[in-house]
């Protein structure tokens, strides 16, 4: 399900709504999501991994991983989030990063919950 928040971009899997603090962005930009649990119980999440995708060519393509690389690691810990609590992640952006759609991928929350796309312009 995907709902659409003014001021911000929104997504919502399951139990978990992701939520940008700003629906554009500029190279070298901090993209701050929230995450809410909407469910009436408590939900287990883990930001990490996530990847930042790029639409293109009428498909998502993921540009950017974390982990980065094999020298860094995500650490497998579920954090609890309770009832109409939220958390904030943030993803710093590249400040070479190519103009155009983006979204972010998180593997560890919903089963690969997703943000509604947002812009990054020079």
Same mark, same amino acid.
């Given at each position: 399900m995907a709902a659409a928040l003014a001021l911000a971009a929104s997504a919502q899997v399951a139990e978990i709504e992701l939520t940008t603090d700003r629906s554009r962005y500029a *190279? &070298? #930009?901090? =993209?701050?999501? $929230?995450?809410?649990?909407?469910a009436s119980t408590p939900v287990w999440y883990n930001p990490c991994p996530r990847e930042l995708q790029l639409h293109t060519e009428g498909t998502w393509v993921t540009v =950017? /991983?974390? %982990?980065? /690389? #094999?020298?860094?690691?995500?650490? +497998?810990?579920?954090? !609890?989030?309770? *009832?109409g609590m939220s958390a904030e992640d943030v993803t710093p952006l590249d400040s070479t990063l190519? %103009? &155009?759609?983006? !979204?972010l991928?998180? +593997?560890?929350? $919903?089963? &690969?919950?997703?943000?509604?796309?947002?812009?990054?312009?020079?």
């Open positions: *190279p &070298g #930009d901090r =993209v701050i999501v $929230s995450l809410v649990n909407r =950017v /991983s974390r %982990p980065a /690389s #094999d020298e860094e690691q995500c650490i +497998a810990l579920a954090y !609890r989030l309770e *009832p190519a %103009p &155009g759609r983006y !979204r991928r998180y +593997a560890w929350v $919903s089963n &690969g919950a997703v943000t509604e796309e947002f812009r990054v312009k020079r």
